[in-house]
Structure formats: structure tokens, C-alpha cells
């Protein structure tokens, strides 16, 4: 198991403790980033910005099964296709899709000229519109598509997300109506009883 971190490709190992050492390990992200690794996490998250990695708030849940492609031209690599089946899941509300990614590969020691590396993405491209003419471009980052997707399901997800007081107090009333409920059906069969 991995742990990613920006565009860049920050990896860090994951371990599942069963017991908490220091208070930040109870955090849902910094409690599973291995021990030994963790000093070169809080630096990269200082590096973008962030002193206090408890301040970070889980927004969205992904889980990826992903499955990869070689594309093999003139005895060489081309470049990969992958096809990510994604699962984004918040307030236990999932929303499903698969994301299909192409890599182009530089080719530095190949005779390919930029222009030829170009005709054959558009080929690859071309090819796959063809085969699933469905097929949406998105520009943004996977995470970034996540939440779009469940901000389709959840009603006022991005303002839930960003105050999560209300979030709060929406459960407080749900579950304040369903501790009324059940009273009132108690308090009703004891009536019935005198």
C-alpha cells in the first residue's frame, strides 16, 4: 500500500498500527504514512504549504483498481495505456467511473522526431474515440474529478465539505429527531399501560 502526494509523485509507504505512539498517529492520513517514513512527509507537505498536517481534513475516499497497457511501436516502448476503476465515496454516498490515462513516452534515444510522436498519439487517441466515442477529456486532476462526481450526488457537498459545522449539526438533528421519535414511542406505550 502507498500513499501519493501531489502531481509529483510523492510515494510513501503505508502501515496499519494497532496502537497510537504519539497523538498525530490518530489521524486518518498521518497515522498510516510508515514511522520511518513520516519525517519526508511532513517535509513535502511543509514544501506545499502545510506546518500542521492534523489540520488536513478527509474530503473524499478513493479506492483504484488499476490494470496497465504497453504500446509497443517499432520494437519499442510508445507509451501505456491504464485504465483506472475508480470508487469516490463520502457520507457513505459512492459514485463509480473509470478513468483511461495515456502516457506518451519521451523516447530520448529514439530516432522519433516530435512530429512523429504526435501523429502516433493522435492515432492512439483517435483510435480510442473511435472505440468509445463516450469518452470525455478532463483536464483536471482525478481528485479534483472525485469530488465533481459526488458534488452530482450530494446535495451542497462543496458547502458541507468547506463548513463542516453543518455537517455537524445536521447529524446532531437527525439524530436528536430519532431520539424524539423513540421517547415519544415510549412515552406512548407507557400511556397505553396506565
Known amino acids: 500500500n502507498f500513499c501519493t502526494i501531489s502531481k509529483d509523485g510523492a510515494f510513501f509507504k503505508v502501515r496499519h498500527y494497532n496502537v497510537a505512539s504519539f497523538p498525530e498517529e490518530k489521524h486518518p492520513l498521518v497515522g498510516i504514512v510508515k514511522r520511518s517514513e513520516r519525517p519526508g512527509f511532513r517535509s513535502i507537505l511543509k514544501s506545499i504549504g502545510i506546518e500542521n498536517p492534523i489540520s488536513l481534513k478527509n474530503i473524499v475516499n478513493t479506492t483504484h483498481h488499476l490494470a496497465g497497457y504497453e504500446i509497443i ?32 513516452n519521451n523516447f530520448p534515444t529514439s530516432d522519433l522526431t516530435s512530429e512523429d510522436i504526435s501523429i502516433l498519439n493522435n492515432i492512439v487517441v483517435k483510435d480510442l474515440y473511435s472505440f468509445m466515442p463516450n469518452l470525455n477529456h478532463i483536464e483536471i486532476s482525478q481528485y479534483r474529478f472525485a469530488f465533481k462526481e459526488l458534488e452530482k450526488q450530494i446535495p451542497f457537498f462543496k458547502t458541507i465539505v468547506e463548513f463542516p459545522v453543518i455537517s455537524d449539526l445536521l447529524e446532531i438533528i437527525v439524530f436528536s429527531f430519532f431520539g424524539f421519535v423513540v421517547l415519544m414511542i415510549l412515552y406512548r406505550k407507557r400511556l397505553i399501560k396506565d
Do not use: W
Open 73 to 104: 511501436y517499432k520494437k519499442e516502448l510508445f507509451g501505456k495505456i491504464y485504465i483506472d476503476k475508480v470508487v469516490a465515496e463520502r457520507f457513505g454516498i459512492e459514485s463509480k467511473y473509470v478513468i483511461l490515462k495515456l502516457i506518451i
